[in-house]
């Protein structure tokens, strides 16, 4: 049976952030809202949260997973970023973008791109998403909250959590925080390559 806090999206409980960390530190799944939609959130070494998530959202080894970060200096640790990439993360972060960038061996090797050995990366402008990264002091796994036969994203936790309830330790509720799901902005190569519209725009990567 998970658990239920109530996070207030402005200030949020300094007791609330530091329990919802350490659930997520002894292994537990955390649902948690962003600046685009709910999403599920795992220690970054978990394999078998890791395993679960993928249950739960029947995803395959194509699947580029998200290290959700709480700044740009955080991320630069998880991937390789050139310097023409890193102004243009630069200018969308925070925000509601994932960014798809080569990995580095910080990496966990199970979260990478099986062929191109990629992974994903965002920076949420969201003041719980922040306030717990700032507690765990290390980036979390993430994938948006959208069930398998689903085409949006979950918005409501209380349904989430009568949905979830057996499958995930904690449901944070923040209030509503959408529908549309980030915008996903292949870096890895030369040249940006849009791969998904979504919240963020598009215009100052030239697409």
């Known amino acids: ?7 207030h999206p402005d200030n ?9 960390a350490d659930i997520i530190r002894a292994g537990g799944i955390v649902v948690y809202p962003t600046d685009s939609a709910y999403a599920l959130g795992c220690h970054i070494g978990d394999k078998r949260a890791l395993d679960t998530i993928r249950r739960i959202r029947k995803l395959d080894d194509k699947h580029n997973f998200t290290l959700v970060c709480r700044d740009l200096s955080e991320l630069a640790n998880f991937a390789r970023v050139d310097n023409a990439a890193y102004r243009l993360l630069k200018a969308a972060t925070p ?4 960014f798809i960038l ?4 910080e990496v966990p090797r199970r979260l990478l791109h099986a062929k191109r050995k990629t992974i994903g990366l965002r920076v949420p402008e969201n003041n719980i998403a922040q306030a717990l990264l700032a507690e765990l002091n290390e980036p979390m796994m993430s994938v948006t909250l959208i069930m398998p036969d689903d085409e949006d994203p979950l918005i409501d936790p ?3 959590r009568d949905l979830l309830e057996h499958d995930v330790d904690l449901v944070i509720d923040g209030g509503y925080c959408g529908l549309e799901m ?3 902005i292949d870096l890895a190569d030369d040249e940006p390559v849009l791969v998904r519209q979504g919240k963020g725009d598009i215009a100052p990567f030239g697409l």
Request: net charge positive.
């Open 158 to 160: 209380y349904e989430i």
């Open 95 to 98: 925000g509601p973008y994932t």
């Open 12 to 20: 949020p409980q300094a007791r609330l952030i530091k329990q919802a």
């Open 182 to 184: 980030t915008t996903v």
């Open 1 to 7: 049976m998970s658990q239920f806090f109530q996070i």
């Open 102 to 105: 080569k990995a580095t061996p």
